[in-house]
């Protein structure tokens, strides 16, 4: 993309490009946010603070106020909480469970990998957002069932993935040569094929939390995600949408919050230096 | 088509014919989890435990479960999708009329959105590396970055609020005119046509790309073929197998997007009736909707699969 018109610096021994430092800022500043949320809201996120509904941006209450007059600054505040950390207690299990299945059926190869693969291959073929309200109708949606449910949608693709890198390394030399002392699975995986993936799974991991953030955003929108009155991004974009309309701030506030992670961690990800994106490194 | 070729597309056949049990199995296994019991839910709370006991016997609820899964792949068969729960109709009847407007809905969208996303890809990528392919590019990450919601209502704002095209979220039943009709389906359409389009221009500039990166082209290019020529003679064909993959791939979003969209635009198609379903937990609804999505979602990267083997000659 833009990369000849943007500035190269260099930091740790890697050159990083003002794109990929701007998207890593902007990621940082939600992280910060979700973890302190409750202690920057400049009004308690259930207290009705306007007189009107769906009032404009002003003074006091920067992102105007949503369809009950709440403060809209901290409910998107508070709502990065629940976005960000659902969706990254979701991608972490999922690209575990996922990575170091497909490890596991690497090294082992035989009927494990065949039925493992079978298997989750077929999952992989029923589509994310029809999986996530089948699993939401049956097992509700609270917060670990979301959760669970977000990281089982999501283990496929990393298991897909990683088994893949993992195929590629195994062919190697000093896996024959680990095999001959008699090492034990835990430690073919752990040590000799670990460090030779784990810079393209981490990237990997950035584009699957990326997808889980937008089927989280999807869920809450369709109102099967987090329930009132707990509010995620998506379910903010939701009760809000009455003042499509009008273009009030309160529904579209909330939707360039998406947007914003979302994009930056794609931009990192794109922005990364050669050395970690490079699956063959 | 040789040998070769044929037991390659037969044996992904078979396997899209495993994974579909496997899928059906999941669905169903998914559904059957749902808390509360279905007689008791059926009878009300006025419910004497006998009847409700006689309904759960009369149900074949008191089952195990691989023999009732095997009782309603039977049915399916036979083409018996059961009964609704919520409103005791069957469930054929109630998906009957809704999966039309689906794949009206569906249909409309292929057409505008194939056109389109071929030409801004295949230009893109002709044009690599211009201001024209970087705004392409960069205007497709973006769309594909952001939930399919948030493309809708950038749209109505667009289109409804700002240029006041269109009227903001019509909810519609009756058509009367030629203009009502394009009015009722312009929103969905073109919220659909934008994330269909996203992904499919992404991998038709990739394709082509890769194939303007192949000797041969450069042969021709060192020959001194104009561009145009280079690209439409000697890279398209060969281009063609992947492009035609990838829009097999990116028409399999459609399945994610209108859940989104019929739901936003009020649209009374079957991803609107399955999202109700859920909401009421109407169990038999849920179940055979989800089965043709899923059979659908199956169907559309089978033919993609199938397609990039054929399209392959070092595969035949």
Redesign the interface.
């Known amino acids: 993309m833009a990369r000849a018109a943007v500035s190269r610096r260099s930091f740790l021994g890697h050159s990083y490009n003002l794109v990929g430092v701007v998207a890593a800022l902007v990621i940082l500043a939600w992280t910060l946010v979700a973890i302190f949320a409750p202690y920057i809201l400049p009004h308690p996120i259930g207290e009705i603070v306007d007189d009107d509904y769906f009032g404009p941006m002003r003074q006091g209450l920067w992102f105007g106020s949503d369809y009950l007059g709440r403060d809209m600054l901290s409910r998107v505040l508070m709502g990065a909480r629940y976005t960000v950390g659902i969706s990254l207690a979701a991608v972490c299990i999922a690209c575990f469970s996922g990575v170091v299945l497909g490890m596991i059926a690497a090294v082992t190869g035989g009927w494990l990998d065949s039925c493992l693969s079978r298997f989750l291959d077929a999952m992989n073929s029923i589509p994310s957002k029809l999986f996530g309200l089948v699993v939401v109708a049956a097992v509700g949606s609270s917060i670990p069932a979301l959760i669970l449910t977000l990281a089982v949608i999501y283990i496929p693709g990393a298991y897909r993935f990683a088994r893949a890198l993992a195929v590629n390394i195994n062919t190697m030399d000093f896996m024959t040569v680990a095999r001959v002392r008699g090492e034990s699975i835990g430690y073919l995986i752990g040590s000799e094929i670990l460090p030779n993936i784990i810079r393209p799974v981490l990237a990997d991991f950035g584009l699957r939390f990326v997808f889980i953030v937008l089927l989280l955003s999807g869920l809450s929108f369709l109102g099967l995600g987090l329930q009132p009155p707990l509010a995620d991004w998506g379910a903010l974009v939701r009760e809000n949408i009455g003042g499509l309309p009008f273009a009030a701030p309160a529904v579209i506030v909330p939707s360039l919050a998406i947007a914003s992670l979302t994009i930056s961690v794609n931009l990192l990800i794109d922005n990364l230096p050669q050395k970690i994106r490079d699956r063959n490194a | 088509m040789t040998s070769g070729v044929l037991n390659l597309v037969l044996k992904r056949l078979a396997i899209a014919a495993?994974?579909l049990l496997?899928?059906l199995f999941?669905?169903f296994f998914?559904?059957s989890?749902?808390?509360g019991d279905t007689a008791s839910i059926l009878l009300g709370q006025a419910a004497t435990p006998e009847a409700v006991a006689g309904l759960r016997e009369a149900m074949h609820l008191n089952d195990p479960a691989i023999l009732r899964f095997l009782r309603w792949l039977l049915g399916l068969l036979h083409g018996d999708l059961g009964t609704s729960y919520a409103n005791d109709m069957p469930v054929a009847a109630l998906i009957g009329g809704r999966f039309v407007n689906t794949m009206k809905l569906a249909g409309i969208t292929t057409l505008l959105s194939v056109p389109l996303a071929l030409t801004l890809g295949i230009t893109a990528a002709m044009l690599r590396g211009s201001p024209y392919d970087?705004t392409v590019?960069?205007l497709s990450?973006?769309i594909i970055?952001?939930?399919?919601?948030?493309v809708a209502?950038?749209a109505?704002?667009l289109f409804?609020?700002?240029l006041k095209w269109l009227p903001?979220?019509s909810s519609v039943n009756e058509a009367h005119s030629l203009t009502d009709l394009v009015r009722i389906y312009a929103m969905p359409v073109i919220t659909l046509t934008f994330v269909i389009s996203a992904q499919m221009i992404r991998m038709t500039r990739a394709a082509v790309i890769e194939t303007l990166s192949t000797p041969y082209v450069e042969m021709a290019l060192l020959k001194g073929a104009s561009r145009g020529r280079m690209v439409l003679r000697h890279a398209l064909p060969n281009a063609l197998g992947p492009i035609v993959n990838a829009v097999a791939l990116s028409l399999?979003y459609l399945?994610?997007g209108v859940?989104?969209v019929e739901?936003?635009f009020n649209y009374p198609g079957i991803a609107k009736l399955?999202?109700d379903a859920?909401?009421t937990?109407d169990l038999p609804l849920?179940q055979s909707c989800?089965m043709i999505?899923?059979l659908g979602?199956?169907a559309l990267?089978t033919t993609a699969d199938i397609i990039a083997v054929i399209s392959n000659p070092r595969l035949r």
């Open positions: 495993v994974t496997i899928v999941a669905v998914a559904t989890m749902l808390p970087r590019t960069i990450i973006g970055s952001v939930p399919e919601f948030m209502t950038l109505v704002l409804a609020v700002y903001a979220l399999s399945v994610g859940i989104i739901t936003i399955m999202v859920v909401a937990r849920i989800a999505f899923c979602y199956l990267i």
